[in-house]
Each structure stands twice: as structure tokens, then as C-alpha cells.
């Protein structure tokens, strides 16, 4: 093999690795509100999470933020859920605007802000609102 080909491999082997650990938090959050599962969702919160369901807005343990949204995706399993936008703040914290339709028809605006947490992204809020 050339001395060329080498480098083109090795550029392709770390290109390959570092858009892996690039994938975007946000796809996996949307495909896991599709399916409705608060265990999957869970794996990305901190040891607390803001949480907001309609109107009630709490601080919930890792656990008691599981249990909300499964009650939540029980009473409104998702449709659709779509981001709409997605951005970084100044301090480097990310945020996506989503929009859930659940299956009775009823339209939710999604709010999350993720922050990096000791180099891992945490979902420190997660908002459905009637829109």
C-alpha cells in the first residue's frame, strides 16, 4: 500500500469514529418521544430534571421524572413528534423546540435543554405545553 493510502485510511478511520460521537442528542431524543418510552428517555437525565407536564412544573428525582412521563405518554401516546428548531446558547447548552401530536389529536410544543455534564450530554428540562 502507498504511503498515501495510509493517510487516506487513517483520515477515514478517525473521520468515521468522531462523526459517531458527534450523532446529535436531539435525533435520539425525537425517535425515543416517538416511541413513547420514559425508561429510554431517563438514561439522559441527570440525578434531577426539570420537568413540565401541561401546567405543572417540578423538579423530579431521575426516578419520579421516569414515572411522570410514562404516565404522560399512557394518557397521550405520540402520533408525531417533530423538531422544529434546534440551538446552542451562549454558555453552550443546547435546546430543541419540538412538536408532539399525541393520538387524540391534541398538539404539545416540547422544549429540552441538554447541558454537557462531565463530557456527557444531560437533559436538564424537558417541557410539554399545549400549543
Known amino acids: 500500500m502507498k504511503p498515501s493510502h495510509y493517510l487516506i485510511a487513517l483520515f477515514l478511520s478517525v473521520w468515521a469514529v468522531n462523526a459517531k460521537a458527534h450523532v446529535d442528542i436531539f435525533d435520539d431524543l425525537a ?19 426539570d420537568l413540565t407536564i401541561l401546567t405543572v412544573e417540578e423538579v423530579y428525582s431521575k426516578a419520579q421524572a421516569e414515572q411522570v412521563l410514562k404516565d404522560f405518554f399512557a394518557k397521550n401516546p405520540a402520533k408525531s413528534f417533530t423538531i422544529i428548531h434546534k440551538g446552542l446558547s451562549k454558555e453552550g447548552s443546547k435546546y430543541a423546540i419540538g412538536s408532539y401530536i399525541s393520538a387524540q389529536g ?10 454537557n455534564v462531565g463530557g456527557n450530554d444531560v437533559v436538564q428540562e424537558l417541557r410539554f405545553e399545549k400549543d
Open 31 to 49: 425517535n425515543i418521544i416517538r416511541s413513547g418510552d420514559a425508561r429510554q428517555i431517563s438514561r439522559y437525565f441527570g440525578s434531577n430534571v
Open 106 to 115: 391534541i398538539t404539545y410544543r416540547t422544549y429540552l435543554f441538554v447541558k
